[in-house]
């Protein structure tokens, strides 16, 4: 927002982030849609009241559409009391449908997420690359009949009341031979059980960080603490995980800054998929003790590596050292199984654990149970059939990008289950929204991203039904053909979205 004559001017930049890009869902003519989604942004405080909004020619310039579907949105919007407008002043905000919905800035941050409105709002796209959509461990335990005695274990295993928030010991037990079998020598009172690795990511920067901290991050990142991230109101330093200089940079941040917290995925980095190596967890190491600032190792994503990584970074430090590990069964089992867990010194663990106890009073003991029941299984045939089925969609979906998007650019990932792919041109976001509208969703770089970088990127999760695949690169072939035609033909051409 740019403030013009003492009136606050939305740019067209505004207006499309707070729409978000899957405001062409659903049914219905393209205008419908249009004057929805901004209503919703003027609802929600995205667009707020008073501020003036970009001409209709310039926001369908800017959303691919014809001035014609802005021109009708726009007026649909203004007969609705949403909009004003007088003949040479424009076209502003009157204001919102209903009342306040709590932190404005940071709820309209979190609501421009395509991630979470494709969770939360239940409206995905016909064929979503933002998520994969892993089967092959449910099938395998679905066939095994690897839960037939959690009832059993409920009865035998959980205490009276059920409220244990570090966690039921039976299962730390259980994680405890799970990272030693990994080199990280474990005790229980340096394991607490979480709600997925999501809430591990919210107690430990409720922990270290207050608004205004700053904390060391990796760019680009997981949706998921970008979010988290922005939720607690730190200040970002940005590292580039891929970057060989990434300890020298540490150095100098940690030097010039004393940062609360420094967070780092060092094996299956999502997006990139790249593993950092040996000699640079080492350093990375030796940089957290020295300084004695918490360093979060973030190894959700680990076990999906296709190759044998590094030793984690905690196993270049003593065991009392201020280095923190995150780790989750929801990415190698199932992501509604919600278990995760934090590996920290004693104290730290503690005083999570006081955390935990006034978020949840612990996390679910059926759901422990589940987990201590697939534990077993897991080394022995669950990460087996899980590895395979990466490895199976990578090889496809190269094969597939190779034949309908051959100038499209990436690094082969090293694990995980994404594609983080260069665009010969243009931006990602803009592609991103083109996508949408041939009925695939992709992440943009510049949501993946602290700063806003990355803008030529886009991320596809990869590990999806192999027909469902298929058909999303298609698409999405014929999507950056059109795309790449109205570039060429000068932007906001109408062919780019056509009236539904």
């Not at 592609?431 to 803008?455: I, K, M, N, P, W």
Request: hydrophobic residues 40%; glycine residues 10%; charged residues 20%.
């Amino acid at each position: 927002m740019v403030e013009q004559n003492g009136h606050l001017q939305a740019t067209a930049a505004d207006v499309v982030a707070s729409i978000g890009e899957r405001w062409v869902d659903g049914r219905g003519p393209l205008y419908e849609k249009l004057a929805r989604a901004l209503q919703e942004a003027v609802d929600h405080g995205h667009l707020p009241s008073g501020a003036y909004l970009p001409s209709e020619r310039v926001l369908a310039r800017s959303l691919f559409v014809s001035r014609s579907t802005v021109v009708s949105a726009y007026g649909l919007l203004r007969r609705n009391g949403a909009l004003g407008s007088r003949r040479g002043s424009g076209t502003w905000v009157c204001g919102r449908s209903a009342g306040r919905f709590g932190d404005e800035e940071t709820l309209g941050i979190l609501a421009r997420d395509p991630y979470l409105s494709g969770v939360i709002d239940e409206s995905p796209a016909p064929i979503d690359f933002t998520l994969p959509a892993p089967r092959a461990a449910l099938d395998e335990i679905r066939g095994a009949g690897l839960l037939d005695r959690v009832g059993t274990g409920l009865l035998a295993d959980a205490a009276p009341l059920g409220y244990e928030p570090r966690g039921l010991r039976s299962l730390r037990r259980a994680l405890i031979r799970l990272l030693e079998s990994r080199g990280l020598p474990t005790s229980e009172d340096e394991i607490l059980i979480t709600n997925g690795g999501q809430q591990a990511i919210s107690l430990l920067l409720g922990l270290f960080v207050r608004p205004g901290d700053e904390i060391v991050v990796e760019n680009p990142s997981y949706r998921g603490l970008i979010d988290a991230v922005l939720f607690s109101r730190a200040r970002v330093l940005p590292v580039g995980i891929e970057d060989t200089a990434l300890p020298a940079r540490l150095r100098a941040l940690a030097s010039e800054h004393a940062p609360q917290l420094v967070y780092l995925t060092t094996t299956c980095h999502n997006p990139t998929g790249s593993n950092v190596d040996a000699e640079v967890r080492r350093e990375v190491a030796r940089i957290a003790v020295e300084f004695g600032v918490p360093l979060v190792e973030d190894m959700v994503l680990a076990d999906l590596s296709l190759e044998l990584p590094p030793p984690p970074v905690a196993t270049f430090a003593r065991r009392s050292a201020p280095i923190i590990v995150v780790g989750s069964l929801s990415k190698v089992i199932w992501g509604g199984l919600r278990i995760g867990w934090i590996r920290a010194p004693a104290p730290i663990a503690s005083r999570l654990a006081r955390l935990k106890a006034v978020a949840d009073m612990g996390t679910s003991a059926v759901s422990q149970l589940v987990a201590l029941e697939l534990l077993p299984a897991l080394e022995d045939r669950i990460l087996d059939v899980q590895r395979r089925e990466v490895k199976r969609s990578l090889e496809l979906a190269e094969e597939l990008f190779g034949t309908h998007t051959p100038n499209w650019r990436w690094t082969r990932p090293k694990g995980g289950r994404s594609l983080w792919i260069r665009l010969p041109h243009g931006d990602g976001q803009d592609f991103a929204r083109l996508a949408l509208s041939h009925g695939v969703a992709l992440s943009a770089g510049t949501t993946l991203s602290f700063d806003g970088s990355f803008e030529p990127y886009v991320r596809v999760q990869f590990v999806q039904p192999p027909g469902l695949l298929r058909e999303g690169v298609r698409r999405l072939g014929m999507a950056w053909e059109a795309y790449s035609a109205g570039m060429a033909g000068g932007a906001g051409s109408d062919a780019v979205l056509r009236e539904s």
